[in-house]
């Protein structure tokens, strides 16, 4: 295995030399190895490049891993890959991407995941991306994200980007059906000319169903995010999302979430803030002994979960 | 010893918050600072953690002048301070405030002694964030016990008693009586409070940004009551 292969799965996974359990490794553009489970089955696509996963019901409390690591310049990866969860599942999925650029030109990974959910079933989707190497070329993630939540299932997303990303567009959208739910905490750090981008939409189809869409984002040095949201509340369902950013230095931020009601029983909520970090926090903590630098990183790393 | 030295404050906004105020506060004693509402004690206490620096006057700590020194090398010379409004923030919990407060990590053990003495249980606050989810009341005693577990040598309290029930009430008097009679903390807390009115060793009363009374409370106490016949509160707490 590359050497850089082995530094981004550290970053992105908890990997420690190898993965037990099911995972399947994608390394610039191709799965360098995989590894089925009892419950869990990895089924390579013949018809585009990607894999099939096929979670069984009786899956419970397993981790699955799918982490894809670019590690030179010049790479453009665009991989398929499908979840389809029984019912009564319960798993954590590991996904994440590092993209490694050496030289002049840029890479790109660009990851469409589809997830179904059947009844019942629960999935945490962890995800983290990261920018590394020293070659001016951009590092370029684009991940598109569906998730179809079955009666009952739950999908709880993490998503973290903490920097050297120089371009996303991330493009989440999800159907919920009766008594569904979806979490999502999404936390993106830009920092230079980095721009990144994300769009949500979420229908509430089904009866009960509920989303809560947490998204910090800091924005430091001339780096963009824009944030749009879309929360479709089409019968009696709850929508939460907040969306809360922090502005360093040059950064900029553009957010416009929307809730569209179509029932009188859709309960849609959202709050929204964007600001430079608040100078009592600092100064509470600068109290506690920590220098102004310290004190600002321990307020962003909070902030953003990481 | 921690001695304020003719110490006068003005905002822009404001003109003498304080004038030529000069006060001391000593190891193993408790100093209350007492007066109505908008005197300034609040300023007083933030001259004395560096986050105003007053306009004139000089702020001597053993023997070292700190006027000018900012807030972190204050803090890390043993200036402790416990606000008067808690500040929130998003992400950070109970127990990673308390660690930065401690200087690292803090064991579950010491965490829980420190809560208890403000009538928290650690199990049930630890993993709590900062947030808007908790209420004025547990803001407030968090406040006190990350103040506490700094180990400072020069602490202030702002207001103390605010969100504190009676039955915690207790426990905090005897957390500072604690600090003060075996730690040889020196104590400043601003309080409108009888009982701890009750366990000073001296009483500053601070009106209009002057001091207008500074003694003992065998002093000082029993005048409280006669000039402040007017503003006191007949539930017998408040004496402002
Ligand atoms: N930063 C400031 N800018 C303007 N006015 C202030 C500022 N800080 C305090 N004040 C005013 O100064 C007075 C004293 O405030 P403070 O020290 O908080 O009093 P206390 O704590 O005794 O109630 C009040 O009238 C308050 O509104
Ligand atoms: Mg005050």
Redesign the interface.
Known sequence: MDKITEEILHEITDWDGVFSGAYSLRENGECISFQNSDHIRIVKKDDKPGIDIYISGKAQNETVYIPACVTKSDVHDLVYNDFHVQSGANVTIVAGCGVHTDAEEGSNHNGIHRFFLESGSHVVYKEKHIGIGEGGGKRVIDPVTYAEIGDGALLEMETLQLGGVDETTRDTSAILKNNAGLIIHESIMTDNEETAVTKFSVDMEGEDSNVDLISRSVAKGNSYQEYSSAINGKCRCKGHSECDAILVGNGRVNASPALNASSTDANLIHEAAIGKIAGEQIIKLMTLGLSEEEAEERIIAGFLGA | MLKLENITLNLPEKDNLLRDVSLSINPGKLTVITGPNGGGKTSLAKII???YVPTSGRIILDDEDITQM???DR??KGI??A?QQP?S????NVR??MG??A?GEMSEMRMCRILEKVGLCARDYMDREMDSHLSGGEMKRIEIA?VLA?GAKYIVFDEPEAGIDLWSFTSLIQAFESLKDYEEVALLIISHQERILNIADEIVVIRDGNITQNGTREEVFPTLMKNNSDNYCPKGKEMF
């Open positions: 953690a560096g986050l900012s807030i972190t803090a890390q402790a301070y606000f500040v923030f998003k992400g950070i990673t405030l930065i407060a200087g990350t700094r």
